[in-house]
């Protein structure tokens, strides 16, 4: 089956930098990647997602890169905000069916 | 605004009892799953269904089963609480369409067996 590893497993960042998070993922036949942030005691929301047949996702202050060749995809956060705060799980599936989850990054933006 | 609810947020059992956790979806979603999440682990898999009366062992699904008697409602059960169950568990659903594959997550039940 696939196995996804997420990388760092905490991250801090000052308020307006960027915070850059990545995932690997093993099995070439993935080919839907989405992004989940789950704040303290709240469920994990989908923040961005990309497909395959795309390099690159922009979403305001978020975007995520995607190199199949590689296998890895990041998430990338610029102009941190302290509500950006929370922990970011990477996803890797077939098609939308089962999802394989990294193990998350706790991120802390510092005020 | 699309829901999946889970009966309980919190829930303390005892060790030995039958616990059952619903998740219910009005998304018409043809796919449930449920996880567990713990601290450094990340969400792990237990089961899921793509299908009414259809059911697949996810990575962990020793001392649990399910039921998915309609297509909105995917139960959790664990036939004889331990403490080492003592977890966040998170209900999911998704489609199989085109359109936005994304899970929709339930806001968790945190069962804790003493």
């Known amino acids: 089956g696939e196995n996804v590893e997420q990388h760092p497993s905490t991250l801090s960042v000052q308020e307006g930098d960027s915070a850059v998070i990545k995932c690997t993922y093993s099995d070439s036949a993935s080919n839907y990647f989405p992004w989940y942030k789950q704040e303290l005691g709240k469920r994990p929301q989908l923040i961005i997602d990309?497909?395959?047949?795309?390099g690159e996702k922009k979403d305001q202050r978020i975007a995520v890169t995607l190199n199949k060749t590689a296998k890895h995809f990041s998430l990338h956060i610029t102009e941190t905000q302290p509500e950006d705060s929370a922990v970011y799980f990477c996803a890797a599936s077939w098609s939308g069916n089962q999802f394989y989850f990294g193990t998350g990054t706790s991120l802390t933006v510092i005020p | 605004d699309v829901k999946v609810t889970q009966s309980s947020r919190y829930l303390v059992k005892r060790t030995g009892e039958k616990v059952f956790l619903e998740c219910v979806q009005d998304m018409d979603h043809e796919n449930m799953f449920w996880y567990r999440q713990d601290p450094g682990l990340g969400l792990r898999l237990i089961y899921f269904s793509y299908d009414v009366k259809m059911k697949e062992k996810g990575d962990i699904p020793e001392g649990y089963s399910v039921s998915r008697e309609k297509k909105e409602r995917f139960s959790l059960i664990l036939e004889s609480a331990s403490t080492n169950q003592t977890s966040m568990y998170l209900c999911?659903?998704?489609?199989?369409?085109?359109?936005?594959?994304?899970?929709?997550f339930g806001s968790g039940t945190r069962l804790t067996v003493v």
């Open positions: 999911a659903s998704s489609s199989s369409g085109q359109g936005g594959y994304g899970y929709t």
């Open positions: 990309i497909r395959s047949n795309v």
